[in-house]
């Protein structure tokens, strides 16, 4: 079978590897769509991110869908034709967080695609895949593309289950990208009564406001936009942090009221805090870091038609001009969620 293989910044290679017959209760997938995510363009782009850089040759990919080939022994619920979104979180289940609820900080997790630990834990962007049957999330009714973007999704519904009540609030999100996007989504099912976002990209502030935004600001072409939220110490209620900007950070500080919610989802190195004015203005600061429960939830909310995911997915590339759908990918100028098609 064919994999998509970094060896390092620009060097992305598809390589033949052998594939695996699934064990019990594990099932064999062949994959249908992966989409290109901004981890995924760090490893291409510069090898890494921040502390974390590749060590060796890695799988790329972790936001997957594709259709059941063959079941292992003592799989049930699931069978062979089945469109399956498939979640990369796979916790160890034993650990200390694990067993406290908390797995998506587990001390072993093997997230598909990820150099943090060493030896690396390989992606998922290969002709066939074997996975666990728990988690194969049944996506009928979906798109393959609409079921890859489940992963993301989920990323965007923890942020929100982070922030709490949004009922009537009026949100902030810098970073328009495939996750600001999804977390207006989020935020708007949620009950937020209004949303502001934020970018330096026209193309991914159009994206943004098609997708229920009541305000969208270029930053770069109007970098005094936020200021009429500044007024009386601060006008927003909650700010998701997208873009892992230091400059979107101090932005969204600055606009929020004396006991906002500052959520940051933007993964890009170490940045700045403006503690002070943190501080001062009693503002909350919650990280929000993947996700494992929220996976299923965003299939049922997509199957649903509660939240539409399709007008996000941009531009398809087949397998072999992955390359060139990496490059796409990098240019916010005129891509927001680029996917493979295997």
Known sequence: MKALVIHGAKDLRLET????????????????????????LHY??????????????????????????????????????????????????????????QLNHCLNMRFYGSAMPF?????????????????????DGLTAGEAA??????????????????????????????????????????????????DLSDYTLAKAKAVGADQTYNILKQPQALAPYSVDKGQVDVH????????????GISVLRPAGQLIQLGLGGDINVPMQALTAKEISLKGSFRFHFEFKAAVSLMQKGLINVSDLITQNVALHEAIAGFEMASDRGSALKVQIAF
Do not use: W
């Open 17 to 40: 590897r052998d594939a695996e017959a699934p064990g019990p209760g594990q099932v064999a997938v062949a994959l249908k769509a992966g989409g290109i995510c901004g981890s995924d």
């Open 44 to 101: 291409y782009n510069h090898g890494g991110f921040g502390p974390i850089k590749l060590r060796e040759p890695m799988v790329l990919g972790h936001e997957v869908a594709g259709e059941i080939v063959e079941l292992g022994p003592d799989v049930e619920g699931l069978r062979v034709g089945q469109l399956v979104a498939i979640s990369p979180s796979r916790p160890c289940y034993n650990c200390l967080y694990c067993r406290g609820g």
């Open 119 to 139: 030896p690396h834990i390989q992606g998922a962007f290969q002709e066939y895949l074997v996975a666990e049957a728990e988690q194969c999330v049944v996506a």
């Open 149 to 198: 973007m489940a992963e993301p999704l989920a990323v965007a519904l923890h942020a929100v289950k982070q922030a709490g009540n949004l009922l009537g609030a009026r949100v902030l999100v810098t970073g328009s990208g495939p996750i600001g996007a999804l977390t207006i989504l989020a935020a708007r099912r949620a009950g937020a009564a209004e949303i502001i976002a934020t």
């Open 240 to 251: 998701f942090e997208c873009s892992g900007a230091a400059a979107a950070l101090a932005s």
